[in-house]
């Protein structure tokens, strides 16, 4: 069945619901349930099992999707680590709350996640697997940022919970994990993962280099099928290695509290060859901000969720569970809506629009030759609409182009002269004055250049 297309003043109105905040209804007050976050550097959705892809990278994540709820269609608001994290603690998109790159503190003013939980009478507890991340540390207890592999990073957390033991306050544990980044260089703890995985006979290389350039590969990126299938085997060993680490976390949190809530996502993805690009950043496109987004321990039945969603929407999603507890809490203007708040699985659910944006470029040696200016997206169910403030933009028809490769900004020119408009008009009404503005960086310099960031 064919979707209308949307005109500019239905445009305005999909967007309407992004500029004006939430404030989810009151509810009667639900028992306090502990919350555990964990994030997933780097991890792109569809090289997650439950997502259809083919290697068994994620088994645990599969299982915990085949018992919540599976998002199919989640997406970041940033191809960049701490714009991500920030628009998920904030539910502000980065123009908006202000840190825009790797190593930025938070700018004033903000209002996070954490500051909700601890004044709802949460223990709040940060475990980050890179340093810059601590910049993330307001309304934490308890933040423990470094340089680390994510086995380290999970045992510190469950000393941590060890820690505890007889607290009776109700904990919000946040986690991230970093080893499915491409760090370009050796990875011995991952290489083990990676001979499980790697295609072993030429019928089976073959066949799973055909797989990826049929999902977007640029042929001949990589300069020869050794490198090409070296790099997916060790970005698939790390997101094996995570898989396991969330599994370790997970039966140590459920024996402290079988009521927890979780929230399992990344903050971007990768570009893996996919227009022509091996990093993240640069771009907009699905392999750089479609991330995995799953529940577990939540009310209903387990299910896939097929609408758009964003990251932008966790934070009033934490507010409808803590319902009453967050009466007193203060109302940020935010962006999102609580992700379980819709009837799932009807086919006439008004669309939605994901806001995203490119991370500024600078003078790094891996950005000098990035496009000047902004770079800004709206994504619907069917349509990716990409702006660029110093270039052309562009227009993917995603049920026909799920991987982005035609460019149809010629051939409907109404629909993107509407979409320009919109996003503009989105821009100069909830941009925060003073916000965006460049920031000293050299607290985290030697770490953000060890990590190939500067």
Sequence with gaps: MSRSRPSAATLLLLLAPLAGGCRPAAQKPPELRPLALVTIDTLRADHVGAYGYPRATTPFLDRLAAHGVLFENAISSSSHTAPSHTTMMTSLQPFQHGLLENGMPLPPGNH???????????????????????????????IDSKWR??????????DWLDSREGDPRPFFLWVHLYDVHNLRGPRPKLEPDAERLRAKTPDERAAFVA???????????????????????VYDAGARFDDRQVERLYA???????????????????GLGNHAYDDHGRYLYDEQVRVPLILAG?????????RLVRLVDLYPTVVGWLGEAAAGAPRPRVQGYPLLSEPVGKAD????????????????RNRKRWEDGDVYSLRGDDFQYVYHSNGDDELYDLARDPYELHNRIADDPKRAAALRSALESYLQTTAVPGRATPAELSKHEEELKALGYL
């Design 112 to 142: 996070t996640l954490a500051d909700l939980l601890s004044g709802a009478g949460y223990d709040t507890a940060a475990f980050t697997s890179v340093g810059f991340l601590v910049e993330l540390s307001q309304g934490f207890g308890t």
């Design 349 to 364: 659910l008004s669309p939605r629009l994901a806001f995203s944006e490119r991370r500024p470029k600078d003078q790094a």
């Design 211 to 233: 797989y990826l350039e049929g999902r977007g590969l640029v042929p001949g990126f990589y300069p020869n099928e050794e490198v090409l299938l070296g790099r997916y085997d």
């Design 252 to 270: 140590r949190v459920q024996a402290s509290d079988p009521d927890t809530r979780w929230i399992v996502t990344a903050d971007h993805g990768e």
């Design 149 to 158: 592999t994510g086995d380290l990073t999970v045992d510190a957390a469950i």
């Design 298 to 306: 939540v009310d209903g039945a387990p299910r896939r969720v097929r």
